[in-house]
């Protein structure tokens, strides 16, 4: 029952995550630039349950952006995000007492990575990804750690709080 | 049953998630591998079963929660349209007749059907959309869609209830554009699913500022559709040509509201379609 729980859990914050995405996302734009919290959301989940949770959710959240790009495109996604939550499972699984700085950092890693995978699996061509990596990658990523590490830090003391 | 099931996950979390991440990867893989056709059905698929629903629930409550303030508004803006109809009436029964006089093919004249944005990727590369309205409301495939503000894409895939638009920063989406000052008809794109770009023959002289329309000449979108203003002029590999930085005058993560115009390609542009 308790592990039922937990599986519906996630798929709750996944989904909130998706409401989030395509709700505040689009407002909390500066300048074309907005914070994933798709990547928040399985950086977290792989941090918290491992490497096979990481890429099975990274999965399902790669597909779901994936069914929304262009359909040459289709795989990028999901290729790019199990690879993600895989790597940042793994981190956690080796590095057992990852602390808040080196999740944000897990976090800025895993945005970089995740965006190089997806750039080499579209295809682009390298001047388009160059000016994508400057005008998108760059400030996203910055934007999403800021915000990622709020979101650390709130879910941190909400656990001090609880024990 | 259940012994096979603990089994499967046993697998998949056993040895540091190793089989689990390999078998997603491969999925991954052979979805990006795979013939068009069969991607066109996986997302097909995913769309009508999962996605659609999921997404017409949460547009439904944003929805209403907007109803009230538009409500409001469209009151206003009905008091005033109403004002305007008579003068516009006349100017329509005056424009028809010069129409009959000079033999003018009226290529506006579509039904336009009224559709709202349900779905949209979630991820940070916009480049489609779901509407709510499907071959069941008289929408098919490759015909315009435009908003109040200007061209929005065109319909990819049509299915009973719904419809996905592939959106004008689609890299796949290339049109033909003029040039409203100069009337010189260029070529638009987006390379990168993000940013516009336009190639104009540089002869035209098209400074920053100046608008592009649809030119009509691709077949599938009619002429005089606004599409978006020249943001800077670079300079292209061919000197005959400048390339230059359009900035749409839609904003595609705000669309609520679409129009479908019901224009079916031309018979022929159809055909090279259907090839």
């Known amino acids: 029952m308790n592990k039922n729980w937990k599986w519906i859990k996630v798929l709750l914050v996944f989904i909130g995550c998706f409401i989030l995405q395509t709700t505040v996302g689009s407002w909390l734009q500066i300048f074309g630039a907005g914070p994933d919290f798709i990547i928040i959301m399985i950086v977290s989940i792989a941090i918290k349950f491992g490497p096979a949770a990481g890429c099975f959710w990274g999965f399902c959240a790669g597909f779901t952006q994936d069914v929304y790009a262009p359909v040459e495109w289709l795989g990028a996604h999901t290729v790019s995000m199990t690879i993600l939550g895989f790597i940042v499972g793994q981190l956690e699984e080796k590095f057992l007492t990852l602390n808040q700085p080196a999740k944000v950092g897990v976090l800025g890693l895993g945005f970089f990575i995740c965006d190089m995978i997806y750039f080499f699996m579209t295809g682009l061509e390298k001047e388009v990804v160059t000016n994508l990596f400057f005008s998108k990658t760059i400030p996203e990523c910055i934007y999403t750690v800021v915000v990622g590490a709020l979101v650390f830090h709130l879910s941190m003391a909400k656990k001090k709080k609880h024990v | ?275």
Do not use: C
């Open chain 2, 1 to 275: 049953m259940l012994r096979a099931i603990r089994f499967i996950l046993n697998l998949f979390s056993k040895r540091h998630g190793i089989v689990a991440f390999v078998f997603f990867l491969l999925l991954g893989l052979m979805m990006h591998r795979a013939p068009t056709v069969t991607r066109e059905s996986i997302v097909s698929a995913a769309l009508g079963t999962v996605f659609y629903p999921a997404q017409m629930v949460i547009s439904s409550l944003n929805a209403y929660r907007s109803v009230v303030s538009e409500n409001e508004q469209l009151k206003e803006e009905n008091a005033k349209l109403r004002q305007e109809t008579y003068y516009a009436s006349e100017g329509l029964q005056e424009l028809a007749r010069l129409h009959t006089l000079v033999r003018f093919d009226d290529k506006w004249d579509y039904p336009i059907v009224t559709a709202r944005v349900v779905g949209h990727n979630p991820g940070r590369f916009l480049t489609t959309i779901i509407i709510n309205r499907g071959t069941s409301h008289g929408v098919k495939e490759n015909m315009p869609v435009f908003s109040m503000d200007g061209l929005v894409g065109k319909v990819t895939k049509a299915a009973l209830t719904h419809s996905r638009v592939q959106l004008l920063v689609d890299p796949n989406l290339k049109l033909s554009v003029l040039e409203r000052r100069t009337r010189v008809v260029g070529f638009l794109e987006s390379v990168d699913g993000h940013l516009l770009s336009a190639q104009i023959p540089t002869h035209a002289g098209v400074q920053v500022g100046d608008t592009l329309i649809t030119s009509g000449l691709g077949g599938i979108f009619p002429k005089g559709i606004p599409v978006g203003t020249v943001k800077e002029i670079r300079s292209a590999d061919l000197e005959v040509m400048r390339m230059m930085d359009v900035a749409p005058f839609q904003v595609f993560s705000k669309l609520e509201e679409v129009f479908v115009m019901e224009k079916e390609p031309e018979w022929i542009i159809q055909e090279l379609l259907d090839e």
